[in-house]
């Protein structure tokens, strides 16, 4: 299907009261987003038979909205780093905001001069909105260059996420695609529909895979239905069909991701794998690039394709990513060019462009190897497949949480050190409390008047409830991060009021 594209996504009125651009538009951003054109492979300079091995880098950027501005106003976590900059590492301030912007120096500078790059740059709504409450027009105009302007089409890929970086496996399934939906119209709002309808990949915050089969399920068709093509997965949250690992030569091609849920239904969609750990050294000195140099081609059935690295990093923090990232990125381009690019066999590339290109070559989705949620198989060991009920999968949970130490339906993210869930009941249950209530007061609402989303109840609501679900509330333990959480919390209550 090919997609009608608006010229622009309409203005809120709501925005004049200071509400991001989250809901409204649902008809309009499907039009936009529901198509199977290629995206990339109109515009890349790159040949598949030419190259060896590739690597994709990925930088994923995040503050949360946190309710600590004047008289307990929402703003983002950067504006108070700013306000408070003798406060634990907020002296970084500066530089985190020169991060959120710099690709947009980086990019041009390298193409001017010859190069070749790729970035796949992920963002979270909580941020983009708050460079507009800064006023950081520098940081959104930098962006916007290289997402807006034709000649970086090839070079830039914005990856979709959850507007206020949700975990997902503990997300509220209904919120799921609110989440999903939220941030496919604040990008659009800013950037424009023609950017929206490229971005075909999505990178879920943490890294964090759901493996309950009904929160998968629902994930994956949400993603689908949003238009997504590809996700990205890390490599231990994921295994084989017969509960196994990945094999090794599989970690550098497209999975197939597949969901069975309660009900015995499946839904797949294609996964590139992050592979190593949660280091940021690994794509601030480059090592994906490092790595493609000892990987070779690789056979999908009969047709031959190189492989591919694909990593993610965050984009700004810590030292590494603030300082070696820009040394050390900038030079491998210049070196592949210097080498000819078309001859080391070692390119830069992005996601949907890989995906495009060897699709374009003969290979079909189904040709993937397939893989599932790391413990599926444990679980679909006890269920048989063709005969599940959520019955029968809630005893075969019950019974492996009591029989299995090593079992879990927490999913699995960028680490197992750390859980969104044990120890933060103060929040999840306040959490759940609220998208119950949000739901209850508005799912009828809408499916009786579509447009009940653009009103400014409607979208405040929306708006705290998406809040509330930020994983950094469960992240840096007791106390600041969850009092900001109950506080939430209150003004959600009082807009559902």
């Not at 794509?283 to 000892?294: F, I, N, S, T």
């Not at 990125?329 to 210049?334: A, H, Q």
């Not at 679980?379 to 879990?408: C, G, K, M, Y």
Request: negative net charge; aromatic residues 10%; hydrophobic residues 35%.
């Amino acid at each position: 299907m090919t997609a009608t594209t608006p010229t622009q996504l309409p203005t809120l009125e709501a925005l004049r009261s200071g509400l991001p651009n989250l809901c409204g538009w649902e008809a309009e951003i499907r039009s936009v987003v529901n198509h199977s054109d290629p995206v990339f492979l109109p515009v890349t300079n790159l040949r598949l038979e030419q190259i060896t091995a590739g690597f994709a880098c990925a930088l994923h950027m995040h503050q949360p909205t946190i309710p600590a501005g004047a008289d307990g106003a929402l703003i983002g976590h950067l504006q108070y780093m700013f306000e408070h900059p003798h406060m634990g590492d907020n002296h970084n301030a500066g530089v985190f905001a020169w991060c959120y912007g710099r690709m947009g120096d980086f990019i041009p500078e390298i193409v001017s001069n010859g190069g070749n790059p790729r970035i796949m740059l992920d963002y979270s709504g909580n941020l983009l909105w708050s460079f507009s409450q800064m006023g950081r027009s520098d940081i959104l105009n930098n962006l916007r260059r290289i997402t807006c302007d034709p000649q970086y089409y090839p070079y830039v890929e914005w990856l979709g996420t959850m507007w206020s970086h949700a975990v997902v496996p503990s997300t509220p399934i209904p919120d799921l695609k609110l989440h999903i939906q939220a941030w496919q119209h604040h990008f659009a709002s800013l950037f424009g529909y023609d950017a929206l309808r490229r971005v075909k990949g999505f990178s879920p915050p943490e890294m964090h895979l759901p493996n309950h089969p009904d929160t998968l399920y629902e994930y994956i068709k949400a993603l689908k239905e949003c238009g997504y093509r590809w996700l990205m997965v890390q490599e231990h949250s994921v295994e084989r069909l017969d509960g196994s690992a990945l094999h090794q030569d599989d970690k550098y091609i497209p999975n197939q991701l597949v969901a069975r849920n309660s009900q015995g239904e499946t839904i797949s969609i294609t996964a590139l794998i992050k592979t190593q750990g949660s280091d940021t050294k690994l794509v601030a000195q480059m090592q994906p690039y490092h790595e493609a140099k000892g990987r070779g081609r690789q056979a999908i059935g009969n047709v031959s394709i190189p492989s591919c690295v694909t990593q993610i990093a965050d984009g700004e923090n810590g030292g590494v990513m603030m300082n070696e990232f820009p040394r050390d990125f900038l030079p491998v381009w210049y070196e592949i060019k210097e080498n000819g690019r078309n001859t080391t066999g070692v390119a830069g590339v992005n996601g949907t462009e890989y995906i495009e290109l060897i699709e374009a070559s003969g290979i079909h989705p189904d040709d993937y190897p397939t893989c599932q949620a790391i413990g599926q198989h444990k679980i679909w060991q006890r269920v048989d497949p063709d005969q599940a009920t959520p019955a029968a999968v809630e005893q075969a949970i019950a019974d492996l949480n009591t029989s299995d130490p090593q079992f879990h339906v927490d999913g699995a993210s960028w680490t197992n050190d750390i859980s969104w869930v044990k120890g933060y009941e103060n929040v999840l249950e306040p959490m759940n409390q609220l998208s119950a209530k949000f739901h209850q007061t508005y799912d009828s609402q809408v499916q009786a008047d579509p447009s009940i989303t653009r009103t400014p109840n409607y979208q405040a609501a929306l708006l705290y409830n998406l809040l509330l679900q930020t994983s950094c509330f469960r992240y840096w333990g007791q106390g600041t991060w969850t009092d900001y959480a109950r506080e939430l919390y209150r003004l959600g209550e009082a807009a559902l009021m």
